[in-house]
């Protein structure tokens, strides 16, 4: 006899209230000029997703037009995202919580500048100020040797993979950067990439080591011929299915090397060794502020404290406790604690 087959009911999306409010209309006008203007739609996104959280706050306060976006009202909303709380009941992030604050100051500046706000609200809002975070963990160079070793053999993934991570170590490119790639990006009688619309739109040229160049023509000669579909728009990598590369699948990709390596993290850390070991081996911290599509310096300053390595030798060579050698071991005597004035903590 057979069974019934069971229907699983489908779950229809809940009503949202605030979708009346009228701020949502001023909203999508506001989304469409910042893509004018030349913001990516990854930007606008962000924006609209921000402005659609801070309008459900507002509709359920009785907030329905401009006016009455007051700087009480923006404090207000800024306290309730510091007191919000993710799913495992951890605060939101610093980072996060700015991220959704920066589009309704843009916003309240735009709604001024259609003259729908005498006064702009926002000018006084504190937003959090972000710590410079080290990376948690940059891969030393034999490290990323074996990363990259985990993508052998002749099969046309392990290739496409390795000219992804070999393309990533040596450019220090983005994710998404990495994604909108395409073939006619690449010189290779220059051996550079042209990086186009990075961060803040800017583009970039950037240069292409050996070892990475190597790898993608392989790939472009051996395997990307057999992924082509009518879905090929031109970008240099492709999936199995021959589709361009989304980046939460990018990332499992390459995760799933960097994880067999025994080290955690994906596409961005790539980035970070490039920068810290072309540091270490002398490369002035301009010169990797301009590859790495920097605006400020010190954003890439941070790779100063991250790199370690020619700290240390430095510290082995000259410092008395490095115990480094005899000579060293000599000149760690004069600053040694004699027996009875250990806890007085003299020096003789």
């Given amino acids: 006899m057979l069974r019934a087959k069971r229907i699983t009911p489908v779950r229809r999306a809940t009503h949202d209230p605030s979708m009346t409010n009228p701020l949502h ?3 999508e006008s506001f989304v469409q000029w910042s893509v004018a203007v030349g913001l990516s739609p990854h930007t606008a996104a962000i924006r609209r997703a921000a402005l659609d959280r801070f309008i459900r706050w507002c509709h359920e306060r009785g907030i329905d037009a401009p006016r009455g976006i007051r700087h009480d009202v923006l404090e207000g909303h800024q306290l309730h995202l510091a007191e919000c709380r993710k799913a495992n009941g951890e605060p939101l992030q610093l980072s996060t919580r700015a991220t959704r604050l920066n589009p309704i ?8 500048r259609r003259k729908l706000l005498e006064v702009d609200p926002s000018l006084e809002l504190v937003l959090p100020r972000l710590p410079r975070r080290l990376p948690r963990r940059v891969p030393s160079m034999a490290e990323m040797r074996a990363i990259l070793a985990g993508a052998r053999g002749d099969t046309p993934p392990r290739i496409r993979d390795r000219a992804i991570m070999e393309a ?3 450019t220090g490119l983005r994710r998404s950067e990495l994604i909108r790639l395409r073939i006619s990006d ?3 009688e220059d051996s550079t990439v ?8 800017r583009d970039r040229v950037v240069p292409l080591g050996g070892a990475a160049r190597a790898w993608i023509e392989r790939y472009l000669r051996a395997v990307r011929p057999g992924l082509r579909s009518g879905l090929d728009r031109g970008e240099l990598f492709l999936t199995d299915y021959g589709e361009p590369f989304h980046r939460n699948r990018l990332g499992d990709t390459i995760h799933r090397y960097v994880a067999r390596a025994g080290l955690s993290g994906a596409c961005h850390i790539f980035r970070h060794a490039c920068a810290t070991h072309m540091l270490e081996n002398g490369a002035d911290i301009r010169f990797i502020q301009a590859m790495l599509g920097h605006s400020d310096l010190s954003t890439t300053q941070i790779y100063t404290h991250v790199s370690i390595a020619k700290l240390r030798e430095i510290h082995a060579a000259t410092h008395p406790g490095a115990w480094g050698g005899d000579d060293q071991r000599r000149a760690f005597a004069k600053y040694a604690f004699a027996p009875d004035e250990r806890i007085a903590g003299r020096c003789v």
């Avoid at 100051?105 to 001024?112: E, G, I, Q």
């Avoid at 042209?194 to 739109?201: D, I």
């Fill in 25 to 27: 209309a001023l909203k």
């Fill in 105 to 112: 100051k843009a916003f309240c500046k735009w709604l001024v």
């Fill in 168 to 170: 990533l170590y040596s």
């Fill in 186 to 188: 690449v010189s290779f």
């Fill in 194 to 201: 042209l990086v186009r619309s990075g961060k803040g739109g």
